[in-house]
T-cell receptor
Framework: EAQVTQNPRYLITVTGKKLTVTCSQN?????MSWYRQDPGLGLRQIYY???????DKGDVPEGYKVSRKEKRNFPLILESPSPNQTSLYFC???????????????FGPGTRLTVT | DAKTTQPPSMDCAEGRAANLPCNHS???????VYWYRQIHSQGPQYIIH???NNETNEMASLIITEDRKSSTLILPHATLRDTAVYYC?????????FGAGTRLTVKP
């Protein structure tokens, strides 16, 4: 089954304790992205990657790191989490076709992170 | 990406058509109109997209005005499971920006 998986789905942690949220897709997609969703602010892009070893900042990259060593994996790293990073996080992937048509993004189930 | 404007919320009776409008008056000629929805706190789900012509698939229909400055997503027979936030996005690149969307509530 084609899917994007995220782990963990739920995480409660304390300020300053490094954590990694994993994201994996089995569709051989070039493009992967991380979003955070907060009440009243909608979905905001954190980082994205157009291919292996190619990453770029989205709208809200501060406090986050990513890596793309393999095509299928795109982990999100919080080196020193703070309470303002409490949020619902989504990973997404998409192929990059030659034409702009059908740029459908597939989203993971989400990771609910609470930083105390 | 062109900015979109959607009503914050709408109600629809179960079994009736739900018509969700979107204004995108600054859309450029090569930007597509995409619709996604998000049910509760699940990941957003692709619904439909189009450039100029009206489109239909098993989930919905998309009507784009001739000047492309607005569009309407139509769910022909809304069910309770269609209650969700619906996002209208215009884009040309693989990158995507979500707005606040329209919260559609389907009522029995």
């Amino acid at each position: 089954e084609a899917q994007v998986t995220q782990n963990p789905r739920y995480l409660i942690t304390v300020t300053g304790k490094k954590l990694t949220v994993t994201c994996s897709q089995n569709m051989n997609h070039e493009y992967m992205s991380w979003y955070r969703q907060d009440p009243g602010l909608g979905l905001r892009q954190i980082y994205y990657s157009m291919n292996v070893e190619v990453t770029d900042k989205g709208d809200v990259p501060e406090g986050y790191k990513v890596s793309r060593k393999e095509k299928r994996n795109f982990p999100l790293i919080l080196e020193s989490p703070s309470p303002n990073q409490t949020s619902l996080y989504f990973c997404a992937s998409s192929p990059i076709p030659l034409l702009a048509d059908l740029l459908e993004q597939y989203f993971g189930p989400g990771t609910r992170l609470t930083v105390t | 990406d062109a900015k979109t404007t959607q009503p914050p919320s709408m109600d629809c009776a179960e079994g009736r058509a739900a018509n969700l409008p979107c204004n995108h008056s600054t859309i450029s000629g090569n930007e597509y109109v995409y619709w996604y929805r998000q049910i509760h706190s699940q990941g957003p789900q692709y619904i439909i997209h189009g450039l100029k012509n009206n489109e239909t698939n098993e989930m919905a229909s998309l009507i784009i005005t001739e000047d492309r400055k607005s569009s309407t997503l139509i769910l022909p027979h809304a069910t309770l499971r269609d209650t969700a936030v619906y996002y209208c996005i215009v884009r040309v690149a693989v990158d995507m920006r979500f707005g606040a969307g329209t919260r559609l509530t389907v009522k029995p």
